[in-house]
């Protein structure tokens, strides 16, 4: 792999990805009505006779999250053992949250439950159980299903990436499958469809929320609601996306996504406060009860006994967009998720964003229903109906300050698109760049435009609902994609068991004193705190000699072995298509303990020469062991890894 950042450009994915995109716009554009009759009919033929497989694959997808989450590979981290998470809960939760849903949950916590109460699947219109029902399916909509999707895909590609040095792309989800071939077409072709799927979901929810915003600054500022005005927003999104993307993950999308949270939960409070508060605290729990109780039952429904189109305009609706936004919103995740274990990364990605979804949609969308069918503000379900870009909006008139919540909504709502686009540039660079995320200013500048130019090109023709049909369609053979990852994922936590199995097989503690008894010097090397030249010295003068002599053993018996000074001092033994032996022996710096009487020179640090394995850091400091302490430790663990084999055998 390239290490130069000049050099990381997958040109055969970036190409084809880009003429296809190129070809897709020129058909959607020239021939828009022949373009939304095509992807019509598709979505018609997969409602009709594929809605069951959707069903299936989400609720599979669904239950094997939650096991995971509750199992023994839980414990399992995302990167070496030793790694730790790099950003702080609330940081990640911002980022993931933006990226996952933000945005729409400002267009739809309004408008979809006041729809399902005008237009309830089973229950009579403006009566109790409508209430009831609206608020139930849209928690089904919204809720763990959702980040389900997101949490598994996300965790396929930051597990393959993080554990097995992998690249950070979808192809790296078939490696179990198909190994070294997702270096070639196969993967290739894998990554292509992640670019333009990406890009034409990124593409169409801009295109699609640009008329959100048009009819915020037509509240607030009277500007009128025109395609040329909603051109121009997308240009200025687009434009603060470019520069959020010129200044990185960690400054750009990590900041707004920050900025935008605190916005988020104090319109959530101000709405909380200002609205029916005992109501709203009652009905979040028991939404929450009808939600879980009927979980099943939801999952499952697929109206075979009611004939009704109800179910392909909504559930399947949102099971193929969630689908078609996952290889997007899962590798963003996967990005800003290393260090975490698998059971915190999962209750994080998939508990903690949904009890703040469904917050808000009992806030915003029982107030709402409140509004309607308790005080009578006909209006609002009228405008619903008519134009669910201007339902916030209209929602908002109804509370002091209004115009002070409605400017602060949309200025939530231009960041969540500027945080979406921008971390759709990054996700589709990092897709054309061997899953680097250090590439050129011009990769990421040029998706960024290019996303906008897309929603402005599709926005003009009228072919955003052509598109919009596509992405739903091309959630099919993706969610064919994710089943076959799952399986190599199931493989690849096999072996992790295996490994975890080896480790409980009874060994000989290692003698530290080359047969003495002195327990005076086995307490000082552990109340010893020294310095990095001390520790490696040690590693030069004990650890390497050990090295040497089970190198020089291992190859009397014709097995290679390898001695290297990079990333630490490592022994690497090779088994062939079998997977290598790696004890690794390295300097980690640490903070003294309060205990610790005298200050060395080095800011009161000390260092550890730390055992690290192939999977990661094992926690134990062999610093002061003689030579023949550390060879039987070698071989300690050697014998342990010959064992793993074994299992996997």
């Known amino acids: 792999m390239p290490t130069s950042a000049k050099s990381q450009l997958n040109r055969t994915v970036f190409i084809s990805a880009s003429s296809m995109i190129i070809a897709l716009l020129l058909y959607t554009v020239l021939l828009p009505d022949q373009a939304q009759n095509l992807f019509t009919v598709m979505q018609s033929s997969i409602v009709d006779n594929g809605s069951w497989f959707y069903v299936l694959t989400v609720a599979f997808i669904f239950f094997f999250v939650v096991f995971l989450g509750l199992s023994r590979y839980g414990d399992i981290r995302l990167g070496p053992d030793h790694a730790t998470p790099d950003y702080s809960l609330v940081t990640w939760l911002s980022m993931l949250f933006a990226a996952g849903m933000g945005i729409g949950l400002m267009f739809f916590g309004v408008a979809e439950p006041l729809m399902h109460y005008l237009s309830p699947p089973t229950a009579e219109t403006g009566t109790i159980e409508a209430v009831r029902e609206a608020m139930k399916m849209t928690f089904f909509h919204w809720g763990l299903h959702a980040w389900a999707i997101y949490a598994i895909v996300a965790l396929v590609l930051a597990y393959f990436s993080y554990r097995h040095n992998l690249p950070l792309t979808l192809r790296s989800a078939l490696y179990p499958l198909i190994g070294e071939r997702i270096y070639k077409w196969p993967g290739h072709l894998v990554d292509v469809f992640a670019v333009v799927s990406t890009v034409f979901g990124v593409a169409t929810s801009l ?9 915020g600054f037509n509240y607030l500022f009277g500007i009128d609601v025109s395609t040329t005005n909603q051109i121009i927003i997308m240009c200025g999104i687009t434009a603060l996306a470019v520069l959020s993307v010129s200044a990185g993950l960690d400054k750009g999308i990590r900041r707004l996504s920050e900025a935008n949270m605190i916005l988020a939960v104090g319109l959530l409070v101000l709405i909380f406060v200002l609205g029916p508060t005992v109501f709203l605290l009652k009905a979040y729990l028991q939404n929450i009860g009808d939600y879980l109780s009927d979980i099943i039952h939801n999952t499952f429904n697929l109206f075979a006994y009611k004939k009704t189109n109800w179910i392909g305009g909504w559930t399947i ?7 078609a936004w996952a290889p997007f919103v899962g590798l963003f995740i996967a990005r800003i998720s290393r260090g975490r274990s698998i059971r915190e990364f999962i209750l994080g990605v998939m508990l903690i964003p949904t009890v703040f979804t469904l917050l808000w949609m009992t806030i915003f969308g029982n107030s ?8 009578g503000v006909a209006t609002l ?5 008519k134009d669910s870009s201007v339902a916030l909006f209209v929602f908002l008139e109804n509370f002091p300050m209004s115009a002070v919540l409605s400017f602060f909504s949309v200025l939530m709502i231009v960041i969540f698109f500027v945080t979406s686009c921008d971390s759709g540039a ?3 660079d990092m897709l054309c760049s061997h899953g680097s995320n250090e590439t050129p200013l011009w990769q990421r ?13 599709l926005l003009l023709a009228g072919g955003l609902n052509a598109l919009q049909t596509m992405t739903i369609a091309a959630a099919l053979p993706f969610s064919i994609v994710l089943l076959i990852a799952i399986v190599g994922l199931i493989k690849a936590l096999r072996v ?3 490994k975890q199995d080896s480790q409980l097989i009874a060994a000989l503690p290692p003698s530290n004193n080359e047969g003495s008894d002195n327990w005076q010097l086995r307490l000082k090397n552990i109340v010893d705190f020294p310095n990095k030249p001390n520790v490696n010295k040690f590693i030069n003068q004990v650890v390497a000699p050990a090295f040497e002599s089970v190198a020089s053993e291992l190859k009397k018996n014709q097995i290679k072995v390898i001695i290297s000074k990079e990333d630490g001092y490592s022994l690497i033994v090779d088994h062939g298509e079998e997977q290598e032996f790696v004890y690794r022996v390295l300097a980690r710096k640490y903070s003294q303990p309060d205990f610790v009487t005298e200050a060395d020179d080095d800011e009161q640090s000390y260092y550890r020469a730390e055992v690290h394995l192939g999977e990661g850091g094992q926690d134990y400091d062999i610093m002061g062991w003689s030579k023949t302490a550390v060879i039987n430790n070698i071989i300690d663990q050697y014998h342990k890894h010959l064992h793993f084999l074994h299992l996997l055998r």
């Open 207 to 215: 295109g699609l929320g640009a008329s959100q915003v048009n009819s």
């Open 317 to 323: 609706f949102y099971w193929g967009w969630w689908l």
């Open 368 to 375: 709402a229903i409140d509004l309607v069918h308790n005080q």
């Open 381 to 385: 379900g009228e405008m619903v109906n």
């Open 426 to 428: 990054m996700v589709v």
């Open 445 to 457: 500048i040029y998706w960024a435009v290019g996303i906008g130019v897309v929603a402005a090109i």
């Open 496 to 498: 992790e068991a295996f």
